[in-house]
């Protein structure tokens, strides 16, 4: 019961809001079968980050990052959006049609969200299924949508180099355009949902004070305590998909 009030609760909160955002991780993907990056189960327990997931190690090796990066989307493509993508597609539907604004900002690489439905979505990580030239002899993408590629590393089908994932290693900037568009998002958002993410990785785990600092409210959705758990004001322990179905149908009755 008192778990119903306290969900009720936030549900008002959610309910009301004209800006809110929900910022994502891998934890939204995990009931579609995609493993996280961190914990026990975690994609990158037995890995040797550094030689996959830097810049230095697809230097090193660019044949092997590209195979893993290709096993990935061979895995990535058999999955679905699960429960929790769609309940956010549906909410953006919901606050969009009375004249308020819904992003999701993720930090997934995925493409679940938009495949969900989702239609304001910002990537601070990238999009695997897009990639471009290590030279960066254009700033255009190229779509990579077939799995298993004829050859690693592809090449770039304008100058010949060879085409790198797009998506942001660690050590490497974000782009500077999503950067800006995610703080102004966080600064403007009365509710940021940040849901299925450890909150370790910047800049996007510094997003939700931002929300804060400018009188906005976090809600975390999240299997366990995080960094973050301190400083949110609501912290909901439990499965995404279990729990945005059910507190995003409630915010509807509250919705002005
Ligand atoms: C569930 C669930 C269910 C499970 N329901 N929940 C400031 C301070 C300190 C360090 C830095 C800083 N600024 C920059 C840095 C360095 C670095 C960084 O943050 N390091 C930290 C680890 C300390 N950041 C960077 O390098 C970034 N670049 C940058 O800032 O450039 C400027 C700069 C560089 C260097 C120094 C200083 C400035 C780039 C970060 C790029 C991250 N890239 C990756 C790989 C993407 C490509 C790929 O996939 O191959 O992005 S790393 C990986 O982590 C991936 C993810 O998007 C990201 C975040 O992980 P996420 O989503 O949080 O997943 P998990 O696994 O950690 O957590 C899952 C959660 O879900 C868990 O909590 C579960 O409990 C939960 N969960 N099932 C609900 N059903």
Known sequence: MAEDNLLNEIA????????????????ISAESGIPTFRGKDGFWKDEDVTRLATLEGFLADP????????????????????????????????VVGRGGS?????????GLHAMAGSHSVVELHGNIWYSRCLKACTTELTHLPSTPLPEYPPPCPRCGDILRPHVVWFGESLDPLVIEESLRLAGEAD?????GTSSQVYPAAGLPYVTKRAG???????????????SADFSLHGRSGEILPDLLSRAREFAE
């Open 12 to 27: 008002a909160i959610v309910g009301r809001a004209r800006r809110p955002v929900a910022m994502t991780g891998a934890g």
């Open 102 to 110: 819904f992003t999701t900002i993720t930090q997934n690489i995925d």
């Open 191 to 195: 509710v940021m949902l940040v849901v």
């Open 216 to 230: 906005g409210m976090v809600i975390e959705i999240n299997l366990e305590p995080t960094e973050l758990t301190y």
């Open 63 to 94: 044949h092997k990052v590209w195979e893993w990066y290709d096993w990935r989307r061979s895995q990535i493509r058999q999955t679905r959006p699960n429960p929790g993508h769609f309940a956010i597609a549906e909410h953006e539907r919901l």
